[in-house]
Each structure stands twice: as C-alpha cells, then as structure tokens.
C-alpha cells in the first residue's frame, strides 16, 4: 500500500509508490466515485456497449482420432465457425470529463478501479483518471525520489 497524495489529502492505494509516480508524471489523478454521479451505474451514460466474438471453449476438449485425421479436421473447422458467437458486455467510456477530489475537472479515461472494498487498501469506490488517450506508457525510475506528489 502506498499513499496518493493530492493538493488536499493523502489515500491509501493498491498501487505501487513508483507507479503511482510514473502516473501522476502523465498527469493521472484521483477521483470519488460519489463526486461523479452515475460512474459505477453500468446503466448510465458514462458507459457503453462493447461487442467482441467468443469462441467456445469446450472445442479445444474433443479428441481426434489418428486414422481419420482430415475428415476430422474438415469437421473441426465447421463446428469452430458454428461455436463463434459475439459477446456484448458494457466498458466505460474514453474522453469522459470527471471531478478529482480536489474539485478539478480533467477528461480521459479510466486506467485504475476500485468499486467497493479491496485488497491493500481500505479506500472504498474509487478511480484514477488519466488525461489523453488510451493507451498511456508509463516508465518506472528505480530511484527513490521522497517529495509530495
């Protein structure tokens, strides 16, 4: 557990004290899910829906026989087409503006989430928003630097 360290306050996070650093250089800060209405709702406008295709994962179980080997792949190929179905699941959405604890505005998206408890932290319902688009390449510096971040 390492603390994020804002211009008011200091929480206990689950993440490490070196990323922690490596996101804040990115501009990264952090947000109360409370402090932004319908966030952790998967129902509001904050999210949207994400399609992806599914394989079925009992294919890869079957066993083939040596002797009719490429009747069977023949098969094989068939019954892959027919397993693949597309999955819809809902995301949160990139360039969405949030309030930081520190009553900021910033657009991103969402690079760390903690809805409800977890472990290494007791900090409840909470997420670090990252300025810019997705993907953000952090670099870690081994060297210990002690400042307030």
Partial sequence: MSPWK?????????????????????????????????????NSSWWMD???????????????????QSDENQSEENQSEENQSEETHRKLKENITVKTVDGDSVTGY??????????????????????????TTYTLENAMIVEDL
């Fill in 110 to 135: 969402i690079t760390h989430w903690v809805r409800g408890p977890c472990s290494g932290t007791n900090e409840k319902n909470w997420f670090i928003i990252q300025p810019g688009q997705y993907p």
């Fill in 6 to 42: 804002t211009k008011s306050n200091s929480f206990t996070v689950n993440i490490n004290e070196r990323l922690i650093r490596a996101m804040k250089n990115k501009g990264a800060r952090f947000c109360k899910m409370g402090d932004n209405g319908d966030i952790d709702n998967e």
């Fill in 50 to 68: 994400v399609t992806t295709e599914k394989n079925d994962e009992n294919q890869s179980d079957k066993n083939q026989s040596d002797e009719n």
